[in-house]
């Protein structure tokens, strides 16, 4: 069973910097595939990047290219997402996601973690 627990969200003023955690243990077979999602009040969940565990390959959404960056420490097991210059809208739950395909698609995730509150303030 795959388990993710996020961290690292809090209140943030706008233009400042985050980096959210996720610690990802008892991966199996065909989860090699680590992804960031966000959800904000009143819209859909909509994603965010995601990483190739083992090749380091990454693809991110449009909205969020040149702001966000995903990364791993393979010796610590965790995942990061980091956010540059914040932005009011960037106020979302933040999840990460766990899956065997390389794809934004949040269908393709199985393991999910329970969330992380990023709320950006002017």
């Known amino acids: 069973q795959v388990q993710l627990v996020e961290s690292g969200g809090g209140l943030v003023q706008a233009g400042g910097a985050l980096r959210l955690s996720c610690a990802v243990s008892g991966r199996i077979f065909r989860t090699d595939i680590l992804g960031w999602f966000r959800q904000a009040p009143g819209k859909e969940r909509e994603p965010v990047a995601a990483?190739?565990?083992?090749?380091?390959?990454?693809v991110y959404a449009d909205s969020v290219k040149g702001r966000f960056t995903i990364s791993k420490d393979t010796a610590k097991n965790t995942a990061y997402l980091q956010i540059i210059n914040l932005k009011p809208e960037d106020t979302a739950v933040y999840y990460c996601?766990?899956?065997?395909?390389?794809?934004?698609?949040?269908?393709?995730?199985?393991?999910w973690g329970q969330g992380t509150q990023v709320t950006v303030s002017l």
């Open positions: 990483m190739n565990w083992i090749h380091g390959d990454t």
């Open positions: 996601a766990a899956g065997g395909i390389f794809s934004l698609k949040a269908d393709y995730y199985g393991y």
